[in-house]
């Protein structure tokens, strides 16, 4: 990134669902906030006028599976086809493999056909052993300058997200970060 330009990526995996999915959307309008969203398919499935309220208000959508597979436990055509099933529901070519995790076979296949967005800031909402403080510290320890920022729009999180995201929302505006999206470059597709 640009030096002369301070500005994070904020993300978010595993949605969309009723029940985070319209207070994330809610709390970025109320900060005038873009994000991705890395959504499993079968939620798109499932919410379809929760995909297209994160299209309509501006946020950018990416892929992260149809089941949120892991890439270790499955085979590579295993991976792929479920990752293409995702695809056909989310108009995107940005993927995130769920737990950040993808053998060699899995990378090499995947990076043909889509752009590959991991992340450096994991705020670990998800984990039962963390506070909402916790995430928000994570947050606050851990960004610099283009850091990628990863929150989980689950069951597991928005209970701390309730505090912990409009918190860290005002934080790093505070710090003087301006929030970017990941572009899509789909001539780089097959």
Known sequence: MDPNVRAVYLTFDDGPIPQSTPFILDTLRE???????????????????????????????????????????????????????????????????????????????????????????????????????????NVKEYTRNGSIITFHDSLKSIDKLHYALPEALKWLKEQGYEFKVFEQDFEETI
Not at 69 to 87: C, D, E, I, P, R
Request: a positive charge; zero cysteines; hydrophobic letters at 40%.
């Open 31 to 137: 900060h005038g906030v873009k994000a991705t969203f890395f959504m499993v398919g079968d939620n798109v499935r499932k919410h379809p006028d929760l995909y297209q309220r994160i299209v309509d208000e501006g946020h950018q959508v990416g892929n992260h599976t149809y089941n949120h597979l892991g890439a270790f436990k499955h085979w590579t055509m295993t991976y792929a086809v479920n990752t293409h099933k995702s695809a056909r529901l989310i108009n995107t070519n940005l993927f995130r493999p769920p737990h950040g995790w993808m053998r060699p076979s899995v990378y090499w296949w995947m990076k043909h056909m889509y752009k590959i967005v991991m992340w450096d800031v994991v705020t670990r909402d998800y984990s039962k052993w963390l506070t909402a403080d916790d995430v928000l510290n």
